[in-house]
């Protein structure tokens, strides 16, 4: 596998929260499918990923969070989540806020997006103030927002969807124009110009928008906690740590999901 190439830019910003972006990408030549993610948040979180095996109610998921809450992840499907953080907006009437770790519950229960969408509105659950990606292995993904009190389904259109910080459907809400969101865009339409993408590329096209390291006026440092890469196709992934080349990890996913017991892999342990 070769390696992938970081170029390091941008600045720990957004005032409001913290800065995320997430891709699902569908190489067009080869058919394979590639989710990447910048998970941006203190550097002080222990973070980890945890992998849980299938039972007789639920499948076997792996995901990645802090605090037993899932902020992403996949499952033995190649259903795949992850979130970011929005303008804050109504709840629309009916629903409630998820509770506990609810996209540990969605990789449990769902297979694919159709799946995850139904198993939302079943439980009346939204979001104020974040949107969720969907992505699964037969090509179909979607952002889901919750905008003035409605549920907004934004669709993958061509071969990629992107998800940053700004609501798909009302970017006027705020955190919108996106820098992130346009480096990702514009590193598609040169990339996939020049040859079919594998890790490495996707790697690339996301790898503008990590956040650097930066103390905020308490010395407090925030930036890019880790990066994650996932294949759906064979069911492989790779995960870095702050940023740091030394601190990766490189899973074989159908391995993983055959394991019997939890595993909890510690990323500030990675490389150590």
């Known amino acids: 596998m070769k390696k992938i190439i970081f170029l390091f830019f941008g600045l720990f910003c957004l005032s409001n929260g913290f800065a995320c972006s997430v891709l699902y990408y569908i190489d ?36 990645y969070g802090w605090d037993n809450f899932a902020q992403g992840g996949v499952n033995e499907h190649g259903l795949f989540f992850d979130g970011a953080v929005t303008p804050d907006q109504p709840m629309p009437e009916g629903h409630k806020s ?16 159709r799946e995850a969408l139904n198993y939302l509105e079943k439980n009346k659950t939204a979001y104020h103030n974040a949107h969720l990606m969907f992505g699964d292995k037969t090509g179909n993904a979607v952002v889901i927002e919750w905008v003035k009190g409605e549920r907004k389904v934004i669709h993958i259109k061509e071969n990629h969807l992107t998800m940053t910080n700004f609501l798909l459907a009302e970017p006027l809400a705020g955190n919108f124009p996106c820098r992130r969101y346009h480096s990702i865009e514009e590193n598609i339409k040169k990339l996939q110009k020049e040859t079919s993408l594998g890790f490495p590329q996707v790697g690339n096209l996301i790898s503008n928008a990590v956040q650097l390291p930066t103390k905020d006026k308490d010395g407090k440092t925030g930036g890019t906690l880790y990066s994650s890469f996932i294949n759906l196709t064979d069911m492989e992934m790779m995960l870095i740590y702050k940023l740091n080349n030394k601190k990766l990890i490189k899973l074989n996913l159908k391995n993983e999901f055959n394991r019997t017991k939890k595993h909890k892999i510690e990323l500030e342990k990675l490389g150590v």
């Open 28 to 63: 067009e030549s080869t058919g394979k499918i590639y989710v990447a993610n910048n998970e941006d948040y203190w550097y002080s979180t222990e973070a980890y990923i945890q992998i849980v095996p299938k039972s007789k109610k639920a499948y076997a998921r792996l995901w």
């Open 98 to 113: 998820a509770l506990k770790n609810a996209g540990d519950k969605v990789l449990a229960y769902c297979k694919d997006v």
